[in-house]
């Protein structure tokens, strides 16, 4: 368990070691949600993870929405 201070300007300082733990990187985005009156810090990847861990719960996770877009938009061009 650490503590930390919340300073003047709402900041608070995350240890050292618990940076490294975390994998968490000078300039890395962070997210942070409230929880049943927690805060939680989670890195970018790990909620990338954690997304598609839920998504793939609920069927199999298709191809690139973009590659399906593009390979639409050649069909309809090579039709005209």
């Known amino acids: 368990m650490h503590t930390t201070n919340l300073s003047r300007e709402g900041r608070v300082l995350i ?7 975390l994998g968490f990187k000078p300039g890395e ?6 929880v049943d009156g927690e805060v939680r810090i989670t890195g970018r990847m790990t909620a ?24 639409e938009r050649r ?3 090579a039709r005209e």
């Open 48 to 71: 990338l993870r954690k997304m598609q861990q839920r998504l793939a719960r609920h069927g199999k996770l298709r191809a690139s929405v973009v590659s399906e877009l593009l390979a």
């Open 75 to 77: 069909a309809e061009a």
């Open 29 to 34: 985005t962070l997210s942070l949600s409230v």
């Open 15 to 21: 240890p050292a070691d618990v940076r490294r733990s």
